[in-house]
């Protein structure tokens, strides 16, 4: 019997049905320098609202001891996907789950997937870190059951569900047969458990795939090495054999475990990765950043090394979203972890001053040793900027505007000249942006230069990732956006690009003209009709 339909006569309870989508993403792909560029869509499956991590119950719950028992525990953090997926599972097989929970940072993400698990048919246990974890409730890592339930533990870190990811891999091998790929020769996934990493690397070698299988590592080192995850392949093969599957270990694909994406923490997002995030939303595919976000950020860190194009497949193993949840899932909370989230969340409404002035303070320490070393600008005479103001607007115009006619020095003035009339607490605002912009790159980018000694391209991904942050820091990023613009297309330059070609304002004879003047563009002297007097 051919490997395939050995394999696909594994335990299953039939939730992964369909081969989840590929999208091709060729305008990237040619801008990244790449040969091709895939994404595998398992946030589009349709069980468990989706994700790699519905593969895994499917062929899990269908194995004992799951498949008969009536409530199963396991543990993650607080905003853990496997948690939502076991949650969703219990629901749709009228189980219950015991969710044992530690904590990390909270996010949009984070609170999204703790309102769905605590609106379930779950009962929620807290635990201050991993740490505590160890030490108050050992077994839920160390044995395969918990005061007399079932555990599926974290990641579903067990062959049994390594078996559905295993199924993957030749389903991916069917897709490139069909003809709806061409075989890809590097493989990027997220690295955290294990789990999915083994599966796919054994079940692609399996299957013939012939890539390189490159694993991002989202957790800390002693959980992602590659020995641990050849241990979860030699685990998985037994497994397979048991069950009637020619499994062999050695056939698995080469994993290379890749590191440098982790940042300060574990669920810790980081600049790149936000801007990972942003990167796919734009070709309308979501992603988070603590996962699947530093596996694209690495994607994006490689490519830009240059090298011959290659063909690449991104492996989205996310869920999708939005979840539902009860309006009263924080009553279901335990009142440990229902007091740290209410610490946590209990933000002020700020203004715009309160935000940027919060951010210069954050970033006060470092910025008081980075305000020296700025080169000279012979015949700057800006009555609002500073020189090094300048210079952020400089920087910033050469990677938002796209306009290479104009200089980054012709925006600040443009830019300075537009300020001018201003009221004085406007004036403070855009000098507040300012620090924030130039200075903020080590506190919420975790890069130790400033915003104009960065390379074009770190510049972009930092600006991005504050928009990707959402709420008021992408309102910065867009004031600062607009300055640009506004400076950018003032210079009749830029207007053929956009196709203009009038009506003009008296006093300008058209693009070509010598003549033309900003000043021709000003309103005249006086209140405006109808202000206030």
């Not at 801008?31 to 895994?56: C, W, Y």
């Not at 397979?240 to 475990?257: I, N, P, S, Y």
């Not at 690495?298 to 194009?309: F, G, N, S, T, Y």
């Not at 640009?484 to 956009?498: I, N």
């Amino acid at each position: 019997m051919p490997l395939a339909d050995q394999v696909a006569r594994l335990p299953s309870l039939g939730w992964v049905s369909e081969p989840s989508a590929l999208t091709a993403l060729p305008a990237l792909a040619r801008h990244l320098g790449l040969a091709s560029l895939t994404i595998k869509r398992d946030d589009l499956l349709g069980a468990l609202h989706g994700g790699t991590k519905a593969r895994k119950l499917d062929a899990l719950l269908a194995t004992a001891p799951f498949k008969d028992a009536p409530q199963w525990a396991s543990l993650g953090a607080i905003g853990s996907g496997h948690l939502a997926a076991c949650t969703a599972a219990a629901a749709q097989l009228g189980r219950s789950l015991e969710a044992h929970t530690f904590y990390e940072p909270i996010s949009q993400g984070v609170l999204e997937n703790l309102s769905f698990v605590a609106s379930g048919p779950t009962r929620l246990h807290y635990y201050g870190s991993r740490l505590e974890v160890g030490l108050r409730k050992p077994a839920l890592v160390t044995r395969p059951e918990v005061d007399g339930v079932p555990v599926i533990p974290p990641g579903a870190m067990l062959p049994a569900a390594i078996a559905g990811i295993v199924r993957a891999g030749f389903e991916l091998a069917e897709q490139i047969r069909g003809g709806a790929i061409e075989a890809p020769e590097l493989i990027y996934v997220a690295l955290g458990s294990g789990g999915t990493t083994a599966g796919l690397a054994l079940g692609l070698g399996l299957a013939g795939v012939k890539a390189e299988l490159r694993a991002i590592a989202c957790v800390e080192r002693y959980f992602t090495s590659e020995r641990k995850v050849g241990r979860l392949i030699a685990q998985a093969a037994q497994w397979l054999k048991a069950h009637g599957v020619d499994a062999d270990a050695a056939k698995a694909l080469r994993v290379k475990v890749v590191r440098g994406q982790l940042g300060p923490a574990y669920g810790v997002p980081t600049a790149q990765s936000l801007a990972a995030v942003e990167v796919l939303r734009l070709e309308g595919i979501p992603i988070e950043p603590v996962y699947a976000g530093k596996a694209f950020a690495a994607l994006l860190a490689e490519a830009a090394v240059k090298r011959a194009p290659q063909r690449v497949l991104f492996w989205n193993t996310v869920r999708r979203g939005p979840l539902p949840h009860d309006a009263a899932w924080r009553e279901k909370l335990p009142p440990r972890l229902a007091r740290r989230l209410d610490r946590a969340t209990s933000r002020p409404q700020l203004g715009r001053r309160v935000v940027l002035a919060g951010g210069l303070a954050a970033a006060g320490a470092i910025a008081v040793a980075r305000v020296t070393g700025y080169p000279p600008l012979p015949g700057w005479t800006g009555t609002v900027l500073a020189r090094w103001e300048a210079q952020v607007i400089a920087a910033a115009a050469e990677v938002l505007s796209g306009a290479t006619e104009v200089e980054g020095l012709v925006v600040a003035a443009n830019v300075d000249r537009f300020l001018t009339p201003v009221p004085p607490a406007m004036k403070a605002e855009i000098h507040q942006l300012m620090g924030l912009i130039e200075h903020g790159t080590t506190p919420l980018g975790l890069r130790l230069s400033r915003f104009t000694r960065l390379q074009p391209d770190a510049r972009e991904a930092f600006l991005l990732s504050l928009n990707a942050r959402g709420w008021l820091f992408a309102q910065a990023f867009r004031g600062l956006r607009d300055l640009v613009l506004m400076g950018t297309y003032q210079d009749a330059r830029t207007w053929k690009a956009l196709a203009y070609s009038g009506p003009w304002a008296p006093g300008l004879a058209g693009p070509e003209s010598s003549l033309v003047k900003y000043e021709a563009l000003r309103a005249t002297g006086g209140a405006p009709r109808g202000a206030a007097k």
